[in-house]
């Protein structure tokens, strides 16, 4: 997920132009009947991690084909604000009509990079890593995890197809955390997630063949103890509710990971705009 795939890039923006000029664009096409030279800057009003570059440009692209773009910050870079990411120059029409839909990729994606930058940053000096998670836009999945990796998280699951997670509802269904860990080491499924949200669940779940263990809203002390008892046998996850101010607390109980929802739930837009000037 280090590199965004180019297919990808062009289903998102394929779909994104469809959505908001698939009828035209009535406005710039009223307005403006012929050719106009311009430039356009993309400006960061923030300071920022860049994230969401490539869709960015590719919508540009997407737009006029002769339009020339000029990258100024990459992804994953740190951008001041007042600082230039993309410059543009070519037919300002072009330009009108793609400004939206390249600032919505920047705009969001950026905003997933910068959260997850704060989210390491309260961190630091701990190896701890932090993980992004399965809640994520529909359709934007691959995009706003490649985002996290910008501000410095790793991927966790793709989608379900990568990995057993049991969770408290497989549980309740297979009766218990045994049973339902039992069930995925006959099916042959290699990585085992098992979701604990107590400490007596932890030798179960190891003991029936868990290879990595979630858990589950814990407050630090009781993490301590759960990290304390699975000796580095198998990493362990805390999960649940992981907001800023309490990340630094977790993160010294000595857990392998953190996962954090809201790093694709909930991230703010970055603050970036769009300065136009007309050719003279």
């Known amino acids: 997920m280090a590199v965004l795939p180019s297919a990808e890039i062009r289903r998102a923006v394929r779909h994104a132009l469809e959505e908001d000029a698939g009828r035209g664009d009535v406005t710039t096409s009223a307005l403006f009947r012929n050719r106009m030279p311009a430039e356009g800057r993309i400006v ?9 570059m490539a869709p960015a440009v590719q919508t540009f692209f997407a737009v006029d084909p ?23 120059e070519g037919d300002g029409r072009s330009i009108l009509t ?6 919505n990729f920047l705009q969001h994606l950026s905003g997933i990079a910068t959260l997850t930058g704060r989210f390491r940053h309260a ?21 706003e995890k490649y985002a996290t990796r910008q501000g410095g998280a790793q991927n966790h699951r793709m989608g379900l197809w990568d990995a057993a997670m049991i969770k408290d509802n497989h549980v309740a269904v297979a009766g218990s955390v045994e049973e339902a860990v039992r069930r995925a080491v006959a099916a042959g499924v290699e990585r085992i997630i098992v979701e604990v ?27 301590r103890g759960a990290v304390t008892l699975v000796g580095g046998r198998v990493p362990t996850e805390a999960s649940g509710g992981v907001k800023l101010d309490t990340i630094r607390a ?24 769009l300065d136009f000037s007309a050719a003279s």
Request: no cysteine; hydrophobic share 50%.
């Open 44 to 52: 960061a009003q923030q300071e920022l991690i860049v994230a969401g």
């Open 123 to 143: 961190v630091r000096g701990y190896s701890v890593a932090i993980l992004d998670t399965r809640k994520t836009i529909p359709g934007l999945r691959v995009l």
């Open 98 to 103: 793609a400004e939206r839909v390249a600032l």
């Open 197 to 223: 949200d107590r400490i007596d669940q932890v030798e179960p779940a190891i003991a029936a063949g868990a290879t990595h263990l979630l858990l589950d809203n814990m407050e630090p002390a009781v993490l």
């Open 66 to 88: 002769s339009l020339a773009l000029t990258v100024i910050k990459k992804d994953g870079i740190r951008a001041r604000a007042g600082e230039t990411l993309l410059r543009i």
């Open 250 to 273: 977790i993160a010294e109980t000595g857990v392998t990971y953190v996962s954090v929802g809201r790093l694709t739930q909930s991230a703010p837009a970055a603050d970036i705009g």
